[in-house]
């Protein structure tokens, strides 16, 4: 009996020690709350974050993420997030910068612990060497659409974790763990994709919208030309005669667009050469069923291997 009651103090004292250290969150993790602009982001924020984060994302995956009109429930989510996390770039340069005035959350503004640009570290492609607003170019800095490369997940999935530590250091091991697993994940399934994509190697298609660059680079396809007569104008006349015109002379077979974007153009000019349209997935969330990043490039491998399989003589 002496033995116990002298015991009771000591581990008072221990539970205060680990109150103390811990910050109170002895048997819950505390939830960091984050706000993306892509479902991208937001399915590698769920790797690495795991059940330490609650995260929503404001573009959908079957929304031009170029221009996005974000509800009044998202300024709501961004005035209480602890983390906002961004494509960066000039992506969403009309739609973010207001929206994150309006939440009025200081902890989340350009420069705080809890703004995260995942464009930090990308070797960009496309980095014009002069520009102008007034042709049409939406794409200044360089091409935005990085995240269609899967080895650039690698990179933004780092700087989502370098993010997490610092705003939740106490829960460093869990990340980095988490982060670990998603690299190796992730590595396997490139090698893979790449696989996959080996026999079309240098094989020549169209695309609505420069966005795939980086998709371009990652499995060895070349865009010839694409239907925007400039990134963000719309397709013209003269510019769909010109396509026309290349995919006779090439042989070129294969359109590849978004989901946002109207297929009309695309299947005007297919009807003409007799090629096909491909919808492509250029998020996450585009279709139900990519529902992950893994999802996003098996779902686009899959298709581009069936549409350049069935097209070939
Ligand atoms: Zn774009």
Do not use: C
Request: proline share 8%.
């Amino acid at each position: 009996m002496e033995e116990m009651r002298k015991d009771v103090p000591r581990h008072l004292a221990l539970f205060a020690l680990v109150l103390l250290v811990t910050g109170g969150s002895v048997h819950s993790p505390k939830t960091l709350s984050v706000v993306t602009t892509l479902p991208d982001l937001r399915s590698i924020t769920e790797e690495i974050g795991g059940d330490r984060v609650d995260v929503i994302s404001i573009a959908t995956g079957y929304q031009n993420p170029h221009f996005v009109d974000p509800k009044p429930s998202h300024i709501l989510k961004l005035s209480r997030a602890d983390m906002f996390v961004t494509v960066g770039l000039d992506l969403t340069l009309g739609w973010v910068p207001p929206l994150l005035t309006s939440s009025r959350n200081a902890r989340i503004q350009p420069g705080a612990a809890g703004y995260v640009d995942t464009s930090i570290g990308v070797p960009l492609l496309q980095i014009p060497s002069s520009v102008s607003r007034e042709r049409g170019d939406i794409h200044i800095f360089g091409n935005p659409h990085y995240w269609l490369d899967p080895v650039q997940g690698h990179r933004i999935a780092q700087n989502i974790h370098d993010a997490l530590v610092r705003l939740q250091p106490e829960d460093q091991d869990y990340f980095t763990a988490n982060l670990q697993s998603f690299n190796l994940r992730l590595d396997t399934k490139i090698s893979e994709w790449k696989a996959k994509m080996l026999p079309f190697q240098g094989t020549t298609i169209i695309a609505y919208h420069n966005q795939w660059p980086y998709f371009e680079a990652a499995f060895g396809l070349e865009i010839a030309e694409f239907l925007e007569p400039r990134p963000g104008i719309p397709p013209t006349p003269s510019q769909l005669a010109k396509v026309i015109r290349l995919m006779q002379q090439e042989e070129i077979n294969v359109i590849i667009i978004s989901p946002y974007y109207k297929p009309d153009a695309a299947e005007l000019v297919a009807r003409n050469v007799n090629g096909k349209v491909v919808i492509m997935a250029s998020s996450v969330d585009a279709f139900p069923e990519v529902k992950t990043y893994f999802d996003l490039f098996d779902y686009n491998v899959n298709l581009m291997i069936e549409a350049l399989d069935s097209s070939s003589p």
